[in-house]
């Protein structure tokens, strides 16, 4: 699984796009499995400080109580405009709950207030992240997985 950070490293552009459009509105669209298997679909806060992407929730909620026991995760952009002229973002990968203070600390110190109640702080460790644009008629689609880089394909 890879930081944040080592997806800038690899493929910079694609990672600088992304993280545009999941910082374009409030909420992203979170992915988790229910104990059941099946999906689950939250809104959910993303940040992209110290090398990392971030997600918080409120203490005890279900999509906090899903990534612990099961840390698979899909994000989601949301799209704003039918037509995706910015792009459709997408992150998958593991969530993986941060329970050490002085990690938390320095999260919070980012935001520039004190999170708000009890709450869950997830890291996710990056396994993939893709990008699909309009360009005329046809699509691109660009994407960059852990173990074999960055592509693009044209669709028509």
Known sequence: MAAWSEVVAAAPELARVAEERMRSHRHALLATLRRD???RLSGTEVQFVLGELWMGGMGGARKARDLQRDPRLALHSAPDTPEIPTGDAKVA???????????????AATLGMEPPGPF???????TEVSLLRAEGDHLVITWWREHDGLHEVERR
């Open 93 to 107: 990968g593991r969530g993986i709950e941060v329970l050490d203070q002085a990690t938390i600390d320095a999260w």
């Open 37 to 39: 298997g099946s999906p």
């Open 120 to 126: 869950h702080l997830f890291k996710v460790d990056v």
